[in-house]
């Protein structure tokens, strides 16, 4: 599915009394907290010996990805503008892929 038609029907279900900064503010805590159910998952198999839960890692990373689209539209911006800056960003950071060095040794206001 193309990122900005998803942020298009993704804010079909946004609370229509909200502000533009309350979106923000909602967006930004439900992105700490849903991706806090991502590593939750993840701990459960590596620390306490649990399946995998696949399936449930996946609708984890769509939560993550639902308040993805609704803190970008709260910053007027559409979702392919915000991986497109991202990738350009690590184009920078990274212009012949991953070096570890790289990523040891980033330049000052690298984020």
């Known amino acids: 599915m193309d990122a900005n038609k998803y942020q298009e029907l993704a804010l079909r279900t946004l609370n229509g009394d909200l502000d533009k900064k309350q979106v923000l503010l909602n967006g930004a805590m439900g992105l700490?907290?849903?991706?806090?159910?991502?590593?939750?998952?993840?701990?459960?198999?590596?620390m306490h010996g649990h399946e995998l839960d696949r399936d449930h890692m996946i609708k984890e990373l769509g939560d993550v990805a639902w308040y993805l689209a609704i803190t970008a539209y709260a910053l007027d911006c559409d979702l392919s503008e915000v991986f497109e800056r991202n990738i350009a960003k690590l184009k920078a950071r990274y212009p012949e892929g991953f070096s570890e060095e790289r990523s040891k040794h980033r330049a000052k206001n690298d984020d």
């Open 32 to 46: 700490c907290g849903e991706s806090g159910e991502v590593i939750d998952a993840l701990k459960k198999h590596m």
